[in-house]
């Protein structure tokens, strides 16, 4: 039996879609059976994200509709060995399809794939209900920003009234430079205030846009501190001990000198 | 904070550090968020409040403030009120209930 993680976070535009994308590429990476599902339905991306939009024929709603089999629905990531994709249905809304339905789906799912991750929809209503319905673990994302922290809090809450207690926490476009300044809240400031285990940490970063351009997650970039932070999530998540990155860390001979006067 | 963080507050001492207010107003913003405290119970926990102290004082009803406030990890209701005067008949009315307590305490060892 593999395990349902969903990705979620309350607020939209935080980055649930890109964490999925590139988590579910990592698992990938390290040899796992991964299958990557998208419950935002009506608004559907992570095919985008993963550059799979033109391979889609049948969806998540028509499975549950027994409009195919869910063997039918899965679009194979050519790339990779492992990978696979259950999109969403773009032209249906989150009513098409029930948490009965989407824990059915999942359970299915956890039976041939080592990791089921489910790309939650923003929002609290019946597109999130579903989409955490046949979770075993939550994964939260949040920006160090006030209001995307304050919309995690209250995913948290409602995670642990639907019985999904001990959600992990990923800080997503940190931007070290603002944090030094004093004009960001911290990693500590947050796990502080969210009070749930961190899971990573992720630096702001424009080429995470240039990888959503190509239809490759950043995971794949092994230049990047992104792809960095994204692999040791992934190793994280299938229980290794990993230490945090420094973001800090100096890029270039004059990164290295100003740091080396501390400045 | 770095070396020239330390030397950029000498130059500007008076600039804010955004990051530490955002802290400090998301915690006392989710004090309320996961107490489940509606804006309408807390005026009404406001007005019940306000009934008390006006027993006891007069009060400047335009300058009061009924809030939760998170101080490390507790929750703190702090009510700020301006009290314009203490009431001239207050001892009389603790006096009477003084009395009442006494003779029903009487009363009671009577019995």
Redesign the interface.
Known sequence: MGEVIVITSGKGGVGKTTCTASLGTGFALMGKRTVIVDADIGLRNLDVVMGLENRIVYDLVDVAEGHCRLKQALVKDKRFENLYLLPAAQTRDKTAITPEQMTEIAQQLAEDFDYVLIDCPAGIEGGFKNAIAGADRAVVVTNPEMSSVRDADRIVGLLESEGKANPLLIINRLRPHMVNKGDMMTVDDICDILAIKLIGIIPEDEYIIIATNKGEPAVLNDDKLVGKAYRNIVRRLMGEEIEFLDLDAPTGFFGKLKRAFGV | ?????VFKDWLAPNKE????T??N???S??VI??SNVSPELMNDIKDDIIKVYQKYFELNDEDMEVKFDNNQNTVILTTSISVLRVKRNIDAANSKDDNDYKRNNANRQKR
């Open positions: 904070m770095d070396i020239l963080q550090h955004t990051g530490s955002a802290k107003r998301l915690k913003m989710l968020d996961r």
